[in-house]
């Protein structure tokens, strides 16, 4: 039985630019509140570390390109 794997480079694409807005447009609309709220609280908190941010988008972006619709 062959499997293939399902991507979505359009909503990463998106994804790219406004982060959460990418698994919105896929219908995953709890997904896309959890980014908006707990990314930009932590975001907010822990912009100063550059790091945390960065880490939370790089997620936001793969989940949109890899997770199933």
């Known amino acids: ?3 293939i794997k399902t991507t979505h480079g ?3 694409l998106i994804s790219f630019f406004i982060p959460g807005l990418g698994q919105l447009i896929k219908g995953q609309f709890l997904k896309a509140f ?36």
């Open 1 to 3: 039985m062959n499997t």
């Open 10 to 12: 359009v909503p990463a």
């Open 34 to 69: 959890i980014i908006w709220a707990v990314g930009g609280t932590l975001s907010f908190l822990l912009g100063w570390t550059i790091v945390v941010p960065f880490l939370i988008w790089a997620w936001n972006v793969y989940d949109a390109y890899n997770s199933p619709a």
